[in-house]
């Protein structure tokens, strides 16, 4: 199989590359980058317009699969990826049941084979059930490929269990990633804690309630030698904890969502909207701007989508009923290309390295790139597509977007994962 | 058109100060029909009135009740218990299901903020929030401003104080921004567990010292207190609330000569107030509820599309 990918501005900095080309791939790897690469057969397509990136990932995405196949499913989520422009993502483990064997690591990972183009890993759960008192079977899930272990969608509670389970991971050398929330800050707290939980009547989930195991995870980060990944930050503040402890050289990184980046809590008012219910929570519009310009220096390493789909029924409730999330892979490249690239704030080279490089890093998978030899892992968009988010529906099974209606200018429209097309011309395949 | 610009009554904020003033002087007409022998007008004969209370109450409800009776409404009270809620249905889907019984008017009470807008998105019903979760509680806010009104003669030059769990009060949520919507001066006193994380959205200041203000209000607004919690109370003991923030028989004598005390009841006898604050001339807690059935009226006749004057006929 050959094919060649015409006239494209292709852009990779991890070889340094941004230029007008064309890229060759065979049996599922690039073979040329350059003006004139070439392929002897096979098939040829002219991009004329479109720019090529390293494929994207996700690091952060929930799947539902398995257990609540209603909201979404290996497919519909690989789908939702495709369409979004990743290439691959990482599947939580807050499925029903958890992930925390080895068996189950391999049952995601075996359907996802059949169900999806999109790459799908999995993270496994951190402590068993995810209840925060036991370590769950680490070992035995990373022998079947889980490549993180996170309890996201609750925070470790008991400092000590965490210690353990940092202590006990380190040996695998892969991250943990936190979701870092204080139950005892936080109560029932459903929006950021300030003006709008006052205007609204609704309670507060305090900006500290996260600062605080931010802080904490960098000192067990520092105590074990456990790299540890934060998680959808949120807060000015925890940004300046992560970027202490990066000067100070520790194994920390970090990750922002586009909803966290591009919205913040004034956009809820008297309706009730309960598409931007979100945990965390939209914090201030201060917040915002200290998040993307952390995401600019690199403090925060990267995008993330926290992809969370809900069924209609279940956001169709009072605020404090409705369950926490948005979906985001299908709108998360749109948005830093239309909020950050387009305006200058934000250059396609460090868009690459923080929704393509800077993920498979920070979990140690084999990097991509635009080269020679590198897995045919490749993004294609179109930097003036001009789409209204939702009006021509979701490949996601649940269409609770936090930004449906929004108009955004740029978009994936090819995906290649391994060199077969996922996404061509817009259309999933 | 009714005289309001708003169809439904969500949140104070719903209102501006000349349509409180419009709703308030047509409360004194209907108050005065609760004093005749026949208390009954045929003003909204024919009009379906639903009291959907999916949260216990009985002075709200019964209110709202006699509120709708007295003007010839048919009124149906929906409770939490007797409700579909409870056999797992969502809140839209009641709604809808009132909406095709063609109900004119629904009052809502609810314990999730934000109940009643679900409703107004889902019903071609007007809607009345009678009180949703810790966000608002409208109604009680303008009977307030009435009692308030009514013994003062108007609002200028007043302060008034309230005294309470502000952070997790709905009576608060609603009659802070009403009073700032006024031009009245407002204090919130509480401890600081109790205080509302941004006072200034409501349009108050706060203070923790009832006995720093005490003097200087005209009225002084005891809010309930919760009965003690085990966990995680956000005060030490109702003993020491009391002593702290509990109208005394010695704090009463604090009090401005002429000021007067409210409460949104139930009240706590020995917690928030002593029997002696209780049981004072000056306490309006009953003239409060009185008000309550002639606001409501009046509410309901504005809402259900009557002009301000030739309410009573």
């Known amino acids: 199989m050959a094919l060649l990918l015409e006239n494209l501005r292709c852009i990779d900095p991890s070889v340094d590359l941004d230029m007008l080309a064309n890229i060759a791939i065979k049996d599922g790897k690039i073979v040329s980058v350059g003006p004139d690469a070439a392929i002897e057969k096979g098939e040829r397509r002219d991009l004329s317009g479109k720019i090529a990136l390293p494929g994207l990932m996700d690091m952060h995405v929930h799947l539902r699969d398995p257990g609540q196949e209603y909201k979404e499913d290996l497919t519909s989520g690989g789908n939702a990826a495709a369409r979004g422009g990743f290439t691959t993502v990482l599947a939580m483990p807050n499925t029903s049941p958890v992930i925390s064997d080895g068996s189950q690591v391999s049952y995601v990972i075996n359907r996802a084979q059949n169900a999806t183009k999109t790459r799908i890993y999995v993270a496994g759960a951190l402590t068993r059930g995810l209840k925060g008192q036991s370590l769950a079977e680490m070992g035995d899930m990373y022998q079947n490929g889980a490549v993180a272990f996170t309890d996201d969608g609750r925070g470790v509670q008991d400092s000590g269990i965490l210690r353990l389970a940092m202590d006990y991971c380190r040996q695998f050398n892969v991250p943990v990633l936190s979701h870092c929330q204080d139950e005892s800050l936080v109560g029932k707290g459903v929006v950021n804690e300030g003006v709008v939980s006052t205007r609204l009547g609704l309670a507060g989930w305090p900006a500290v309630a996260e600062e605080l195991p931010i802080a904490r995870d960098i000192a067990l980060a520092e105590l074990t030698g456990c790299a540890v990944h934060i998680q959808h930050i949120s807060t000015a503040k925890g940004v300046n904890l992560v970027r202490a402890a990066k000067e100070r050289g520790l194994p920390v990184t970090c990750e922002v969502t586009p909803h966290h980046l591009f919205l913040d809590e004034n956009s809820l008012d008297t309706n009730y909207q309960t598409s931007l219910k979100m945990n965390p929570p939209l914090r201030t519009k201060a917040d915002t701007e200290a998040l993307q310009t952390a995401l600019i220096e690199g403090v925060i390493d990267c995008v993330a989508s926290d992809h969370a789909p809900h069924a209609a029924h279940e956001k169709e409730l009072e605020f404090e009923l409705a369950p926490f999330g ?63 988010v939702g009006n021509e529906g979701w490949q996601s099974k649940s269409a609770n977007s936090a930004f449906a209606g929004t108009e955004l200018c740029g978009r994936a429209t090819d995906v ?11 259309e999933v395949l | 058109m009714g005289a309001l610009a708003s169809k439904h009554l969500l949140a104070i904020e719903d209102l501006d100060a000349t349509e409180i003033g419009t709703i308030l002087d047509i409360a004194t007409s209907f108050k005065e029909v609760n004093e005749r022998t026949i208390k009954k007008l045929p003003t909204l004969r024919g009009r379906t009135i639903i009291n959907l209370f999916l949260e216990p109450s009985t002075r709200t409800r019964t209110s709202f009740e006699l509120a709708a009776k007295r003007l010839s409404a048919d009124a149906i009270n929906m409770s939490g218990s007797a409700s579909a809620t409870v056999k797992g249905e969502s809140l839209v889907d009641t709604a809808k299901t009132l909406d095709a019984m063609d109900a004119d008017l629904v009052i809502i009470r609810h314990a999730m903020a934000g109940a009643p807008q679900i409703l107004a998105r889902c019903m071609r019903a007007s809607i009345i929030n009678g009180g949703d979760g810790k966000h608002q509680h409208p109604t009680q806010a303008l009977l307030d401003l009435y009692t308030i009104r009514d ?128 049981d004072a001339a000056n306490n309006l807690l009953l003239y409060q509820v009185n008000a309550g059935v002639a606001v409501r009226m009046a509410l309901m006749y504005v809402l259900l599309g009557g002009e301000s004057d030739g309410a009573v006929a």
Not at chain 1, 326 to 354: F, H, K
Not at chain 2, 216 to 236: A, C, G, I, K
Not at chain 2, 243 to 261: D, E, P, Y
């Open chain 1, 326 to 388: 948005t979906t985001g892979l299908e709108t998360a490249l749109s948005l830093v290309l239309d909020r950050m690239v387009r305006p200058g704030l934000l250059s396609y080279q460090l868009l690459i390295s923080r929704m393509a490089h800077a993920p498979r890093s920070i979990l140690g998978l084999e990097p991509v790139s635009l080269a020679a030899g590198s897995i045919a892992d490749i993004t294609i968009i179109d930097p003036n597509e001009l789409w209204m």
């Open chain 2, 151 to 278: 013994y003062f003669g108007s609002f200028e030059g007043l302060k008034v104080g309230i005294v309470g769990d502000i952070a997790h009060s709905r009576v608060a949520g609603s009659l802070l921004p009403a009073l700032s919507m006024l031009g009245v001066e407002t204090v919130a006193i509480a401890p600081p567990t109790l205080l509302p994380a941004c006072p200034e959205v409501l349009g108050t200041r706060v203070s923790s010292s009832l006995d720093d203000e005490l003097s200087s209000l005209d009225v002084v607004y005891m809010l309930r207190v919760q009965q003690e919690r085990l966990e995680r109370s956000p005060f030490p003991s109702l003993r020491e609330y009391a002593g702290l923030f509990g109208l005394s028989v010695s704090r009463l004598q604090s009090m401005k000569k002429n000021a007067i005390i409210m409460h949104p009841g139930p009240i706590n006898r020995g917690v928030e107030l002593s029997s002696d604050a209780a």
């Open chain 1, 416 to 426: 290649y994962v391994g060199g077969y097309a996922s996404l061509q011309n817009g």
